[in-house]
């Protein structure tokens, strides 16, 4: 999994390269499809309506795709790290990422109901599509904040550590808000739900991290 001297900024293998392609075009590819999402679903509220809504009705597969789109971002991801991470940071983080490319995967098949609907009237759907949040929200933020302590140093990454590192900030801040949004909706008004924007924020932090991560490595490819 790890070399035992650090790689050199020039030393990219053609798998890395791959990975490099796979993160960050599924990550481009992803933010498209958000943007496009919001354009042909404009009946959704994007303060109160998660995202994942937009995976109902007539154009419920640009939604579909977005998590595809970032299933695959992530295995791209592991891709390009593999050779590079050591020790419990680097297996962590990979084993986050794993998680996250399964959930968001899971999450493409089974969409969830409309927000607000009732226990004893949910589908199996929605019930495989929440367990799907539960395995790949975690992970990626495991894997994200792992993975960039792994790497953050190492000379391929070293001078696109700030960005790296604050795209995955934004994604458990993010996370969290999105914790309180659910919580606060839970307690108050239906009225007073405001999860749609921290929940935008975390699909846009998915992007932004595996395309932080992947272009030094593609900048590097190409300069070669």
């Given at each position: 999994m790890a070399t035992d001297?650090?790689?050199?900024?020039?030393?990219?293998?053609?798998?890395?390269?791959?990975?490099?392609?796979?993160?960050?075009?599924?990550?481009?590819?992803?933010?498209?499809?958000?943007?496009?999402?919001?354009?042909?679903?404009?009946?959704?509220?994007p303060v109160s309506h998660a995202l994942s809504e937009?995976?109902?009705?007539?154009?419920?597969?640009?939604?579909?795709f977005w998590f595809?789109?970032?299933?695959?971002?992530?295995?791209?991801?592991?891709?390009?790290?593999?050779?590079?991470?050591?020790?419990v940071l680097g297996w962590g983080g990979i084993t986050g990422l794993a998680a996250a490319a399964t959930g968001l995967a899971m999450a493409a098949c089974f969409p969830m109901d409309t927000l607000g609907t009732s226990p004893e009237h949910a589908s199996l759907s929605n019930q495989?599509?929440?367990?799907?949040?539960?395995?790949?929200?975690?992970?990626?933020l495991m894997g994200s904040l792992l993975t960039t302590l792994a790497v953050g140093n190492l000379p391929l990454w070293v001078e696109s550590?700030?960005?790296?590192?604050?795209?995955?900030?934004?994604?458990?801040?993010?996370?969290?808000?999105?914790?309180?949004?659910?919580?606060?909706?839970?307690?108050?008004a239906p009225e007073a739900n405001w999860i749609g924007v921290p929940n935008r924020l975390l699909g846009i932090a998915y992007s932004l991290w595996l395309m932080a991560l992947s272009w030094p490595a593609l900048r590097t490819a190409a300069i070669k």
């Open positions: 001297t650090p790689q050199s900024a020039s030393d990219v293998s053609p798998v890395q390269v791959m990975g490099a392609v796979l993160g960050f075009f599924a990550g481009a590819v992803a933010l498209a499809l958000l943007l496009i999402a919001h354009a042909v679903g404009p009946d959704l509220n937009y995976a109902l009705g007539q154009f419920g597969w640009v939604q579909t595809a789109a970032l299933a695959v971002g992530c295995i791209g991801a592991i891709l390009l790290v593999w050779r590079e991470n050591a020790g495989l599509h929440g367990i799907a949040a539960m395995i790949g929200i975690p992970g990626f550590k700030r960005p790296l590192m604050a795209a995955a900030h934004l994604f458990w801040v993010s996370f969290a808000l999105t914790t309180v949004a659910v919580v606060s909706a839970i307690w108050q």
